[in-house]
């Protein structure tokens, strides 16, 4: 499915981002920081249940970009790897990380420090990965 606006969640002093449509439930933030991520509690993402910091460290596991941050106070931004690395998943599909232009399917093009792109040329929200083609769940 298209990827549509992302969800926010304001804190104290960090504001969360989430893109469902670039999910690919691997579930890193739920097992990484409980406290803030439960997806058996609404709202799943609670940004003041853990310092700041240590909820930016946690996001910035989620490989897919799904999960990003802002902090208050014009805390620091995420940084982008250094090198630039791509992988390729079991199923195919592209694992990168660091300072990455992905060109949309609508031509826009958006910087960004972590993505999953689509190997299988099914995914609603190209070129992302949606998890809903053939390499789900790898
Ligand atoms: S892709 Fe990111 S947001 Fe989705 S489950 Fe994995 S770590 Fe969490």
Same mark, same amino acid.
């Given at each position: 499915m298209p990827s549509k606006e992302p969800k926010s969640y304001g804190g104290k002093r960090i504001t969360v981002t989430y893109d469902g449509g670039r999910c690919?439930? /691997? /579930?890193a933030c739920v097992r990484g920081l409980p406290e803030v991520f439960d #997806? *058996?509690?609404? &709202?799943?993402?609670? &940004?003041? *249940? %853990?310092a700041p910091e240590r909820v930016a460290e946690a996001i910035r596991r $989620? &490989? #897919? =970009? %799904?999960l990003q941050y802002r902090l208050a106070d014009d805390g620091p931004t995420e940084e982008p790897d250094r090198p630039t690395t791509v992988a390729r998943s079991p199923a195919g599909r592209l694992v990168m990380r660091g300072e990455l232009h992905v060109t949309t399917a609508d031509g826009t093009v958006r910087r960004e420090t972590r993505a999953v792109l689509c /190997? $299988? =040329?099914? #995914?609603?929200n190209q070129p992302f990965c949606d998890d809903s083609g053939a390499c789900s769940g790898d």
């Open positions: 690919l439930h /691997a /579930a #997806s *058996g509690r609404r &709202p799943w993402v609670q &940004p003041d *249940g %853990a $989620c &490989p #897919s =970009g %799904a /190997a $299988c =040329g099914v #995914s609603g």
